[in-house]
């Protein structure tokens, strides 16, 4: 990446800089590889933060099934972390996954587990959990919410054989020729799970991140108090893929304890080592054994610490500066928080880190953990709130006796309680990852870059002012 005028003097963010379109030979944005070029096996360059409002083992299988990599979080307690690694690891690759409800489930709560969209599916299960049809969620529509599913099944949609689903062209004609929106799959004439005409066409745009035995890829934190080691080792028996360092102040002698025991235990995986903003920081902890750098340190929308501490660097001159000195030590960095647009993904892509973690953008989405609330105009939203918030740092140190938690709730530097909307057009984690790899692809071809490196290497930065940014916004009303 280069400036397209002199190097700034001063750091800037994502709204501060903008790419310009270079001569491209890349034909097509269908053409594009999003394969991500670090350790991790990422096929598409987006993590979900190890956040508890963002990341549960749904939309960690959600967002591995299209390339990416869900990180979860340090503070659940290692029982439910192994649940979640393994109901991951057993999630389906290509097929969409399958929403439970009994027929005593009433309309209202199904409602709330699956909105009336698109080709959105609910599975009825009998009493052993056994799955016996699929019905459209828009069957719900104008049902009384206090009516139970059961009285609503009618005709099940129609199912295919799931032999023709390893085609994914094919189980879209015949999603199609069966003028549904979804269909239920089935093995030896069991229901194993839906495919959505939709989910048939992003199986031809995204490849998913797998493991060597092909199942789904997922990746946890490990905080750094306790035994770092141990933890690591537990996490790896249990499966996990990739593991992530985390504090707030990633460049302090703690973190470069933990690494340098997490690597030497050599379990062989990629650690992640943050939250980190200076080439400093890079060389100190590639040195303990990090091989790529979670960098961002109060760009989050959950986070106060610039207004609390003063610390912290706008994320784009963050991102570029450490990417640059992490390569040429041969390790990569994750660009984490203050992602709010896809524009934003692309710049963090293009000042060379090798993926961009997004946490709150995500808590608004059907696959995050939290359950879907309704505010006093009946727009939906979930909760969403800080890790390091009092509200995160209460339920981090349950453990700990009232007068060392009051201690520690002291230092809260995120906010205890935020509404994240989910977008009625866009409400599952899907569709926010179609917006952010279509505005990627797209940028990627403006840039003349098929490949993620080359996007890397060709792209050209201009700095604009807060008119040139505000410009590029679209007028919803007229002027
Ligand atoms: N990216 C960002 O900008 C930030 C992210 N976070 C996220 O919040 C979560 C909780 O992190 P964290 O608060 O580090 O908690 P941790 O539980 O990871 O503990 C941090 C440890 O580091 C010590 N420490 C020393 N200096 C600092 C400092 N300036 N800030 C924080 N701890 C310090 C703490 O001791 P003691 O408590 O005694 O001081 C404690 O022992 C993580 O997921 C982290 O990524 C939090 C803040 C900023
Ligand atoms: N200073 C704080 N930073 C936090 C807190 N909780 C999370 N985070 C950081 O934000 C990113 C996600 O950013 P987003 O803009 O996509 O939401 C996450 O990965 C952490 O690094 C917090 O309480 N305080
Ligand atoms: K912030």
Not at 84 to 106: C, Y
Request: hydrophobic share 45%; net charge negative.
């Amino acid at each position: 990446m280069r400036f397209a005028n002199e190097t700034p003097a001063h750091d800037l963010t994502y709204s501060d800089v903008f790419l310009t379109p270079q001569h491209s030979a890349a034909g097509s944005r269908l053409g594009v590889d999003l394969a991500v070029d670090d350790p991790t096996g990422m096929q598409t360059p987006i993590v979900a933060a190890n956040m508890t409002s963002v990341t549960g083992p749904r939309l960690a299988a959600a967002l591995a099934r299209r390339g990416g990599l869900g990180v979860l979080p340090q503070d659940l307690p290692l029982q439910e972390l192994d649940a979640a690694i393994h109901a991951v690891k057993a999630a389906p690759t290509m097929l969409d996954p399958l929403v439970a409800v009994s027929a005593e489930t009433t309309v209202g709560e199904a409602r709330r587990r699956v909105p009336d969209t698109e080709g959105a599916l609910l599975t009825l299960v009998d009493s052993d959990g056994e799955p016996t049809a699929c019905i459209p969620a828009s069957r719900l529509r104008h049902v009384l919410p206090d009516a139970v599913v059961g009285d609503l099944v009618g005709d099940p949609v129609p199912s295919i054989d799931d032999d023709d689903v390893t085609d994914a062209r094919r189980a879209f004609d015949l999603i199609d020729a069966a003028g549904v929106g979804a269909v239920a799959v089935r093995h030896h004439g069991r229901i194993v799970g839906s495919l959505s005409a939709r989910s048939a066409v992003r199986a031809t745009l995204y490849r998913p991140a797998v493991d060597a035995h092909g199942r789904l890829r997922v990746a946890a934190a490990v905080g750094i108090n306790g035994d770092a080691a141990a933890r690591a080792r537990a996490l790896v028996q249990a499966g996990v893929d990739v593991l992530v360092l985390d504090t707030a102040h990633g460049h302090q002698e703690q973190m470069l304890e933990a690494l340098r025991a997490v690597s030497a235990a050599e379990l062989g995986v990629p650690i992640v080592a943050g939250n980190i903003v200076t080439a400093e920081a890079v060389r100190d902890l590639v040195t303990a054994g990090a091989d790529i750098l979670k960098v961002g340190v109060g760009p989050g929308a959950m986070c106060t610490t610039r207004m609390m501490t003063a610390v912290g660097r706008p994320q784009f001159s963050a991102v570029l500066e450490t990417a640059e000195a992490a390569r040429s030590l041969g390790a990569r960095v994750w660009a984490d928080g203050g992602v709010r647009y896809p524009r934003d993904v692309a710049l963090a892509l293009a000042a060379g880190a090798s993926a961009v973690m997004i946490g709150s953008w995500f808590a608004g989405t059907l696959e995050a953990p939290g359950e879907i609330e309704t505010d006093d105009e009946g727009r939906w939203f979930k909760s969403s709130w800080g890790m390091a918030s009092t509200k995160a740092v209460e339920q981090r140190f349950h453990r700990l006796d009232a007068f060392e938690r009051a201690r520690k709730t002291l230092f809260a530097e995120g906010i205890s309680s935020s509404r994240i909307y989910l977008d009625p057009q866009r409400p599952s984690l899907d569709d926010l990852l179609d917006m952010i790899t279509s505005g990627l692809r797209s940028s990627m071809t403006y840039a003349g870059a098929a490949t993620l490196p080359e996007f890397h290497e060709r792209a050209v930065v201009g700095v604009q002012s807060a008119a040139g940014y505000e410009e590029g916004k679209a007028l919803p009303v007229s002027w």
